[in-house]
């Protein structure tokens, strides 16, 4: 076996792992909504928190 088959074969093998991560991961993000909903709910929380606290400031420059 040649140099730049050694190479070609060395490639071809990274980017078949690399498809196999790609697709193991897009099955882990699409089989867990949970997370997501998680995310969100905390996103709210955050943003209720800085009005609250916008709020306050403002109330206490007045």
Do not use: D, F, P
């Not at 074969?9 to 991560?21: G, M, Q, Y």
């Not at 897009?26 to 916008?54: D, F, H």
């Amino acid at each position: 076996m040649t140099r730049e088959e050694k190479i070609k074969k060395a490639v071809l093998i990274a980017v078949a792992h690399h498809i196999e991560l790609e697709k193991a991961e897009a099955l882990k993000v699409g089989g867990s909504t949970n997370g997501s909903w998680a995310r969100t709910g905390i996103k709210m929380m955050m943003s209720k928190r800085k009005t609250v606290q916008l709020r306050g400031r403002s109330l206490r420059s007045a």
